[in-house]
């Protein structure tokens, strides 16, 4: 291939990318440490709003608080998607197309319509709790949302199929005869999984965890939808801070926060799935 | 068996949503209670009576459409390059086109906006097309590379010494047999357009307003099933497009599995 021919295949998406992600991105660093006069950018540099940002209870506690739920949602995720992965793997079912329709269709279905089907189920007079209030077994609504609870159930519902989708690729690839050799030793089933199966799924494990835990951090369309804005996270206050406050410099300096963590993880994810990188996720 | 019902009860868990949003769009009463009220296609006919909806639905179509073609168009050409080329910095390049899909939206989302104003050129449709063809090209780029990969040489090889010219052997061949990737990676790039949230918040206004940010704002305000008429329409979008990647790629081959 020539360098012509390369050049004229690559330019556009790489030209695209360069004006309309890295340089937007890059601008977003320059905004977040400059200052802004009466809603106007005035371009001196200022570290004023990271340290406005790490200095404030109110700030580093909402982004404990979103790392803790990143944990929580991903050590679920992981719990609920081995199992998942695990049959996907192994199964010679005639109906396993159709498994793998059930756990692309959600990936496709608009994070705003799940959020909607949570809260149908969850709210007060919600599916769940006006059956229980009907049968007598309640006298008043459960509280399932406008919560950390509610919130984590919807993020693990949106990000479970990432979860699914990485320990299914690794796991598919482990060589059948390994465990069956364990077994001819005198392993038994259970004991094959867990010193056979497992310790080789740890590369899936790892890029799993690692993509729902820097998905979870940045969603904010479920904090908003199913916490009612009572559940505080970092990317609520990003968008509060452009679309509401106005004051980029530091709305640019939340994102640039959550960048900084983002990039950080997805550097290792990328390691960890080199030579795996292939497929959709 | 604990296998069997526990993954059982995992993917009864994933589908419930969308089962439920299903249920109360048919549903007549302004409530969804079990059993059901009984059938009524009234929110239906809301849906498509309200013009913001219909205006939204025909925008977020028409921006998918384009998105999905541009996307299929320069991804296929860049995933050429980077799978056949030999050349310093491919890898990094490699990570480079892919990294819209690493990034969460919410940041290319504010970074474009800020960008756009700066330029006065927020909340235009080549704005919001724009931003949409950025997160989506990547999807195109993994699954033309995973067809690609497959591909033999020789074929394209064997058209050029049998007298073809380069462009043609690649147009009747190659293009011939990576079409399945092609194919569904626009699928699966309409998909993301169609139903893109996060990204579109920022790039939008109020005479701009795709289908997912018109039921938004609808259920900020209201809560009946008229809501529920337009997701089960958007997860029937959704249902037809993955099976239109099943019919082109296989998803087994799709998912990378």
Redesign the interface.
């Given at each position: 291939m020539t360098r012509t021919a390369r050049l004229l295949l690559l330019g556009p998406y790489v030209l695209l990318l360069a004006v309309f992600f890295t340089a937007p991105i890059m601008l977003l660093l320059a905004i977040s440490v400059s200052r802004q006069s009466f809603g106007q950018m005035d371009w001196t540099f200022t570290l004023h709003h990271y340290v406005r940002f790490f200095s404030d209870a109110y700030y580093v506690g909402v982004l404990g608080d979103t790392l803790m739920l990143g944990v929580i949602v991903t050590a679920v995720s992981l719990l609920l998607g081995y199992p998942l992965a695990y049959h996907l793997a192994v199964t010679r079912s005639r109906w396993k197309p159709l498994l793998i329709v059930f756990i692309l269709s959600p990936l496709l279905v608009g994070i705003v319509i799940r959020c909607y089907g949570w809260m149908i189920l969850l709210a007060d007079r919600g599916l769940i709790n006006a059956t229980l209030a009907q049968h007598g077994w309640i006298t008043k609504p459960l509280p399932l949302m406008y919560n950390k609870f509610g919130v984590t159930i919807a993020l693990v519902h949106v990000f479970l199929p990432f979860m699914v989708l990485s320990l299914t690729g690794v796991l598919k690839r482990i060589d059948p005869q390994l465990v069956e050799a364990s077994k001819t030793l005198g392993a038994s089933p259970r004991r094959a999984f867990f010193e056979v199966t497992l310790p080789l799924s740890l590369p899936g494990i790892l890029a799993g965890s690692l993509l729902v835990f820097s998905l979870a951090i940045s969603s904010f369309v479920v904090p908003i939808l199913l916490g009612g804005f009572k559940v505080h996270v970092l990317p609520m206050v990003v968008y509060e801070q452009v679309l509401s406050v106005f004051d980029w410099p530091f709305g640019a300096a939340n994102a640039f926060v959550l960048l900084v963590i983002s990039v950080a993880l997805i550097a290792v994810y990328i390691k960890v799935t080199e030579r795996a990188l292939r497929g959709i996720v | 068996m604990i296998?069997?019902i526990?993954?059982g009860l995992?993917?009864a868990?994933?589908?419930?949503?969308?089962v439920?949003?299903v249920l109360?769009a048919f549903n007549a009463g302004n409530?969804?209670?079990?059993p059901p009220q009984g059938f009524s296609l009234k929110w239906f006919a809301n849906f498509f009576n309200r013009r913001e909806f219909m205006q939204a639905l025909w925008l977020s179509t028409e921006v998918a459409f384009w998105t999905a073609l541009v996307s299929a168009v320069?991804?296929t050409?860049?995933s050429?390059?980077?799978v056949?080329?030999?050349?310093r910095g491919r890898d990094m390049?490699n990570?480079?086109?892919t990294?819209?899909l690493?990034?969460?939206?919410?940041?290319?989302g504010?970074?474009?906006?800020?960008?756009y104003t700066?330029l006065n050129m927020h909340a235009s449709y080549g704005a919001l097309l724009?931003?949409h063809?950025?997160v989506t090209?990547p999807?195109v780029?993994?699954?033309v590379?995973?067809t690609l990969t497959h591909f033999d040489i020789a074929l394209e090889e064997a058209a050029q010494s049998l007298g073809a010219h380069p462009v043609r052997a690649f147009f009747e061949v190659t293009l011939g047999v990576i079409k399945p990737g092609v194919v569904a990676g626009a699928i699966?790039a309409f998909?993301?357009s169609?139903?893109?949230?996060?990204l579109s918040l920022?790039l939008t206004s109020s005479k701009l307003t795709p289908l997912?940010i018109e039921?938004?704002a609808y259920?900020k305000y209201s809560?009946d099933p008229t809501?529920?008429a337009v997701?089960a329409f958007?997860?029937g979008v959704?249902?037809v497009?993955?099976?239109g990647?099943?019919r082109f790629m296989g998803?087994?081959e799709?998912?990378?599995?």
């Open positions: - | 296998l069997r526990s993954v995992v993917y868990f994933l589908l419930l949503p969308m439920i949003v109360a409530y969804f209670t079990f320069i991804g050409a860049a050429i390059a980077l056949r080329g030999r050349f390049l990570a480079f086109v990294s819209p690493l990034l969460p939206q919410i940041l290319t504010v970074a474009l906006l800020q960008f700066l724009i931003g063809i950025v090209t999807y780029i993994r699954t590379t995973a699966f998909a993301i169609f139903d893109n949230f996060t920022f997912p039921l938004f259920l809560f809501a529920a997701s958007a997860i959704a249902l497009l993955v099976l990647i099943a998803l087994e799709f998912t990378g599995f």
